[in-house]
């Protein structure tokens, strides 16, 4: 089955230390997204790229840190330095970076610092 | 910064009931899409709006785009209760990134 996949579903840190999202796509899409999701809100970007080896910063990228040595993946790090990391977190791809392509997402994946 | 704002935020309705959901920009937008999220799910894309004055449909759902290509509206016939979920409108190129930014969203709840 073509999609994206995230892992894991659920996770649970303890403050100080850095946590890794998994976000893996056979879609064949050049750029991918990390978003946030807070409840009872909208999505904020994190992070995207267009290509492999480049990504850029999206509106909330303070304390978060990416890369993409290869096209299917995409992890997210959640750094210690980000104040308040519990969230819902999104990954999604699409073709390309242009304006207008549907973005697919992932199943997401609960953070919870305890 | 968001571009896009959603309102209203929650909905309440009776199955059965029609349920409108606007979304607006100061600025003008090349294209706007929908994306519908089902509770504890993730965003689903329903459609895409390019044109001004566009009309789309699918089943009871009917989308449109502003003359003015500062808004969009969402409209849903005779809801369901398989309509529950949260409906996003998104801007392309919103944001300070010029990437996808979504408005806030409407949460709708069907009541049976």
């Known amino acids: 089955d073509g999609g994206i996949t995230q892992s894991p579903k659920y996770l649970f840190r303890k403050e100080g230390q850095n946590v890794t999202l998994s976000c893996e796509q056979n879609l064949n899409h050049d750029a991918m997204y990390w978003y946030r999701q807070d409840p009872g809100q909208g999505l904020r970007l994190i992070y995207y790229s267009q290509i492999v080896n480049d990504f850029q910063k999206g509106d909330i990228a303070e304390g978060y840190s990416v890369s993409r040595e290869k096209k299917e993946s995409f992890p997210l790090t959640v750094t210690s330095a980000q104040k308040n990391p519990t969230a819902f977190y999104l990954c999604?791809?699409?073709?390309?970076?242009?304006?207008?392509?549907?973005?697919?997402f992932g199943e997401g994946s609960w953070l919870t610092v305890v | 910064g968001q571009q896009v704002m959603q309102i209203p935020q929650y909905q309440h309705v009776q199955e059965g009931e029609d349920f409108t959901t606007y979304c607006n920009s100061s600025t003008t937008l090349s294209n706007i899409q929908w994306y519908k999220q089902r509770p504890g799910g993730h965003p689903v894309f329903l459609i895409q709006?390019?044109?001004?004055?566009e009309v789309k449909k699918q089943k009871r759902l009917t989308f449109q785009f502003g003359e003015a290509k500062k808004n969009s509206s969402l409209h849903i016939t005779a809801t369901q209760t398989t309509d529950v979920g949260t409906y996003f409108c998104a801007d392309p190129i919103g944001g300070s990134a010029r990437q996808l930014t979504f408005g806030s969203g409407t949460q709708l709840t069907v009541l049976p």
């Open positions: 999604a791809s699409s073709v390309d970076g242009s304006s207008g392509n549907t973005i697919y």
């Open positions: 709006l390019v044109k001004s004055g």
